[in-house]
């Protein structure tokens, strides 16, 4: 076996232009393993392969262009690609058109490039412990559907996705890939934030997810741990910050969910007896609805959360309650009651019940009517004519009477110009339908 200073001592370094070779191309036919192709400032219209483990270093300027066509680097070797601008891949889905596609590359890394005009920005398949970092990826200027995903992993274990900034691209993507760790990326303006199923004892810290039609998704999955995240601005009819379907063992804490249409989405999580997910010390704040669940999800533990000015703090689809969660701890804006032993929790439970919440979540055609003048009646109704009394949809028996962090308030709240035209709106919706919208509801109850 020759050993390691026998390699480092017969790695070289090979230049590419200034004297070097010509085209990155006819370097890396030249390299050796363990080779560095230094790459000079210039613009090198090429598709590279990269077959053995060289380091390819971009210096300031260098810029690899495939004018539009195809993959621009394909790489099946543990390659080490920095520095570089990569630009113009092909458009075309099905061939996987992308920056750099990756296949059975096990150590790959890929670090500090900008990827401008791709389709996929870095596609990686079968390949164990790949590093990306550092890199700023974005996509193609077409519409959503057309475009590819920034970041995808396919059966890739134990790899690392941090400090990169992915825009205007398709979703981040991680499938069939166990043991990752993303970390502090910031993506934003495509679809999914996270496209994630079948892939377990995964972590997601201190990454943002703004301006997406769908912060995060987990599908089919456990061990998943949540610490630290930003989820805004996923808005639309399919706007959820953070979304979970059959998946268990989840642990979401100290994260923040603001300016969503839905903070947090459940169905069928967990589907095992006896295991819980956990959702504690969030910050769940200014969204349509707080938390979503189906009437069947049960077993998720709510621990010291705050709930800020969401429009509805929970609702189950289809109507019925969540009381088969675990609710506790929680500060909730809504709350009204007193602390009179001075112990920081309210002295009675928090009981969320309102009418015009089950009718919400049974007539999907009342929406636009929610926070109107109509509804509120509705609900003082309820007070007066006990017939009309919902079933609780939750109790928290332990209520928190303060936020538990000002500090994170300040930074979430919406603007006033919205928050006013968004109740302006509201308001005239319920003048026009009040009539033709609630009589048949009301026709239902009786």
Not at 33 to 57: C, K, P, Q
Request: proline share 3%.
């Amino acid at each position: 076996m020759i050993a390691a200073t026998t390699l480092l001592a017969q790695a070289a370094a090979v230049v590419v232009g200034a004297g070097g070779f010509e085209s990155i191309t006819a370097a890396l036919a030249a390299a050796r393993a363990g080779d560095t192709v230094r790459v000079t400032a210039g613009n090198y219209h090429e598709h590279l392969m990269i077959d053995r483990a060289v380091t390819l270093l971009g210096e300031p300027g260098a810029v690899i262009d495939g004018d539009g066509r195809g993959v621009v680097l394909y790489v099946t070797a543990p390659a080490v690609i920095s520095g570089f601008t990569i630009r113009g891949s092909g458009a075309n889905q099905a061939r996987e058109d992308a920056g750099i596609l990756a296949e059975r590359s096990g150590g790959l890394r890929v670090e500090h490039n900008t990827f401008e005009d791709v389709l996929f920005g870095v596609y990686v398949k079968q390949s164990d412990s790949v590093i990306i970092r550092g890199n700023t990826i974005g996509g193609k200027n077409v519409a959503i559907p057309l475009r590819g995903d920034g970041i995808r992993l396919w059966y890739s274990h134990n790899g690392s996705i941090e400090d990169n900034v992915v825009q205007r691209t398709r979703d981040v993507v991680i499938w069939f890939s166990n043991g990752t760790r993303v970390r502090r990326n910031m993506v934003r303006d495509g679809r999914y934030g996270l496209h994630y199923m079948y892939s377990n004892r995964n972590s997601f810290e201190e990454n943002q997810f703004i301006g997406n039609h769908v912060g995060a998704f987990i599908m089919y999955s456990s061990d998943i741990h949540f610490r630290g995240n930003l989820f805004a601005d996923a808005r639309g009819t399919t706007g959820r910050g953070l979304g979970f379907k059959d998946s268990e063992n989840i642990v979401a804490e100290q994260n923040v969910l603001v300016k969503n249409a839905v903070g947090i989405s459940i169905d069928n999580s967990p589907h095992t007896q006896g295991v819980h997910n956990q959702f504690r010390d969030n910050l769940i704040a200014y969204n349509d609805v707080a938390v979503v669940m189906l009437p069947s999800v049960h077993s998720n533990i709510f621990l010291g959360n705050d709930f800020v000015d969401n429009m509805r703090p929970v609702t189950v689809s289809g109507g019925g309650t969540a009381l088969a969660n675990d609710w506790r701890g929680n500060y909730w804006s809504e709350y009204a009651g007193f602390d009179a032993d001075d112990d920081g929790h309210g002295d009675s439970p928090f009981v969320y019940e309102r009418l015009s919440d089950d009718l919400l979540a049974r007539h999907d055609d009342l929406l636009m009517l929610n926070l109107s003048p109509a509804l509120e009646l509705v609900n003082t109704l309820t007070r007066v004519l006990p017939f009309l009394t919902p079933k609780p949809v939750i109790i928290d028996s332990f209520p928190r009477l303060t936020i538990s962090d000002a500090r994170r308030i300040s930074t979430a709240a919406p603007s006033s110009r919205h928050t006013a035209a968004f109740g302006f709106l509201l308001v005239c919706a319920a003048a026009v339908t009040l009539v033709t919208r609630l009589r048949r509801p009301f026709r239902r109850l009786g």
